[in-house]
């Protein structure tokens, strides 16, 4: 049997550097992994220094026929911009260039298209492609019929609503009402976790840090693991075991990455508020990543845009089983750092200890014997503390818990 392996993209990446020259050499890297993961094959690179990006066509004229030429001799199939692109850039670039252009923004879309496993992941990417293709209908010219396959042909672009704009319109209103249900259905979610009195706490951090390896250590979730840009979108909630009998609800989140798309940002708000209503942020960094100290400086930026404030920062320095030379591990935001593997197992007890430390803040240790006439008080510990023994006694019931102070008063004898 002949089997017939799909032909890659070959694609050369482009940037302009207005400022730091070794960001903008980073951020190709990731590009480069981005482009990777879409599918395609980087054939070669160019970066421009300029004071800001050129507005009709994001690089210079010099810069431009470089480019052009590096397209015949490498025999590349297209560009993909380090940036988001005005639609008259996007018009320009394919026009002078002769092949099809691509920006980080409809990157990264792409491999969320082809990520989406779940209806509200697959409602979230399409929200997002259909509201960055509305601004730019006349940028993506010829390329929206989507016939010829490749980078940026995922998701709602084979059903052509980009042909019409009033089309578009329609879609994104059907689609903003089933995200609208989904938001309902979430904070359903969330009152029900109040009423119960369970502790969530929300896992965020830069993509492929090892999130979603931390979820399955912790509650044998059996989320995918993969050594891969944004390997999981779906949001999943998980209960944790903690040292003192307690439990607390963990969710991973959606991996962060430089420039996220705002587009995908806002699709995205019902997942990514997970952040916002939590009791704890667990923060998991990738030690062994030499960007370690920017790649947090993102995941900040993004919880401050999200709103994220005033809570308990629980930072993982994840991947300490590799070798990570004399590099300091440090983050000034967090309320408490615990180094660990999640891939080992190695120092997850004293993560879980300084969750339930956390936890445990602010709440009032009791430790006494409740007449039998009394009993119903212990229905009130259990509803709103955390209950850690109950012995029945011959004077009463022998009581050890945790309760918030605000319920002291109810609960004294």
């Known amino acids: 049997m002949i089997e017939l392996e799909k032909k890659k993209e070959r694609v050369i990446l482009a940037a302009v550097s207005t400022g730091d020259e070794k960001e903008t050499v980073m951020s190709l890297a990731e590009l480069a992994e981005l482009a990777k993961t879409a599918g395609a094959e980087v ?107 490749g980078i940026g042909t995922r998701g709602p672009g084979e059903k052509k609503l980009e042909t019409d704009r009033r089309l578009i319109g329609e879609r994104i209103g059907v689609l903003k009402k089933e995200l609208e249900e989904v938001k309902k259905h979430r904070d359903t979610l969330r009152d029900g976790r109040k009423r ?95 960007e370690m100290d920017r790649q947090m400086q993102v995941v900040y930026e993004t919880l401050d845009m999200l709103g994220v404030k005033n809570k308990p920062v629980i930072t993982c320095f994840n991947k300490t089983d590799r070798d990570l030379g004399d590099v300091i591990l440090y983050d000034s935001r967090a309320t408490e750092t615990v180094s660990i593997s999640a891939k080992t197992g190695a120092g997850l007890p004293e993560l879980l200890a300084v969750l339930e430390k956390q936890l445990l803040a602010g709440k009032l240790y009791i430790d006494r014997v409740y007449p039998y006439d009394k009993a119903g008080k212990i229905a009130v510990i259990r509803e709103k503390g955390q209950l850690l023994s109950e012995e029945y006694e011959a004077g009463g019931i022998h009581v050890t818990a945790y309760v918030p102070m605000e319920i002291y008063g109810a609960i004294d004898i």
Not at 71 to 94: K, T
Not at 109 to 135: C, M, N, P, W
């Open 43 to 149: 054939a070669g690179s160019l970066m421009q220094n300029r004071e800001s990006v050129h507005p009709g066509t994001y690089l210079g004229s010099g810069k431009m026929e470089e480019l052009k030429e590096m397209m015949q001799l490498l025999e590349a199939d297209a560009v993909i911009c380090d940036d988001e692109l005005s639609p008259a850039q996007l018009n320009n670039l394919q026009d002078k260039l002769s092949c099809k252009v691509v920006d980080r923004t409809l990157l990264i879309l792409d491999i969320f298209a082809a990520r989406a496993r779940t209806g509200e992941g697959k409602i979230q990417v399409e929200l997002a492609q259909l509201k960055y293709r509305a601004s730019r209908l006349t940028g993506l010219g010829r390329s929206l019929s989507r016939q010829g396959g």
């Open 196 to 290: 119960g009195n369970l502790s969530t706490a929300a896992i965020v951090g830069y993509t492929n840090a090892g999130k979603s390896t931390l979820l399955n250590a912790l509650t044998d979730a059996r989320v995918l693991e993969e050594d891969a840009l944004f390997a999981t979108l779906d949001p999943t909630t998980r209960a944790a075991e903690l040292p003192l009998k307690g439990k607390i609800l963990l969710t991973d989140t959606v991996g962060f990455i430089r420039k996220l798309p705002h587009h995908l940002v806002e699709a995205f708000k019902s997942t990514l508020e997970e952040a916002v209503y939590a009791d704890i942020i667990i923060h998991v960094v990738d030690a062994s990543n030499p």
